[in-house]
């Protein structure tokens, strides 16, 4: 996750002469992240609807908020087509439409992927249920300092800001080979996340 903070902290730092609202956060790239791996892997994209299932044609991620009245999961439309600052802008007025309890029905009904992050309390991994009309839930844990390989190194390891994630899949739709691709895919992406400014 170390190249998704450099980033978050260049383009924040270019920002902030154009728009002072705008701070782009890990969890922005996670979002852009799971649109862009979903393109690749089209079939996590679906849902099991009783006789058949329904592959979606846009990405619309459900966005797991903590709320005073219990969890609610907005929905940023059509992730795929937007930029990073647009996904942050929508992802901080939802979260905050969430908290007041100001969500209308349309924006937390429909979407198509849900992604669940409890770093933000120290939750290092979890598993995340399924939302109805979805086929996969990505559970993600906090960024945090871990020794990791480095054959580049004197040492032979570095210390890297790693993140655990778990998808949760509906088998009758992603089945344990779609979902690693996929995951493979996401991971990539946060790996190399100037892909998801290009």
């Known amino acids: 996750m170390d190249e998704v903070l450099k980033q978050c902290e260049d383009l924040s730092g270019k920002l902030e002469g154009k728009d002072k609202s705008v701070k782009l956060k890990a969890d922005d790239f996670i979002l852009k992240a799971v649109a862009c791996a979903l393109a690749d892997v089209p079939e996590a994209n679906s849902a099991y609807l009783g006789e058949f299932i329904r592959q979606y044609n846009k990405v619309d991620i459900s966005m797991a908020v903590v709320t005073p009245t219990g969890l609610m999961a907005p929905i ?15 992802a901080t007025t939802l979260a905050k439409k969430a908290r007041n309890g100001k969500l209308i029905l349309q924006e937390y009904d429909g ?16 598993t995340a249920i399924i ?4 086929s996969c ?3 993600v844990g906090r960024m945090q300092p871990s020794v990791i390989p480095c054959l580049e190194g004197e040492r032979g390891f570095k210390i890297s800001n790693t993140m655990k994630v778990t998808l949760s899949s ?14 493979a895919a996401f991971k990539g992406y946060l790996e190399n996340p100037t892909t998801l400014i290009l």
């Open 111 to 126: 979407g198509t992927f849900t992604v669940s992050n409890l770093g933000m309390y120290g939750i290092d991994h979890f």
């Open 170 to 183: 509906d088998h009758r739709v992603v089945d344990s080979a779609i979902g690693a691709r996929w995951l």
């Open 137 to 139: 839930n990505l559970a």
């Open 131 to 134: 939302n109805p009309r979805q």
């Open 76 to 90: 940023i439309k059509d992730v795929g087509s937007k930029g990073l600052m647009v996904i942050s802008k929508e």
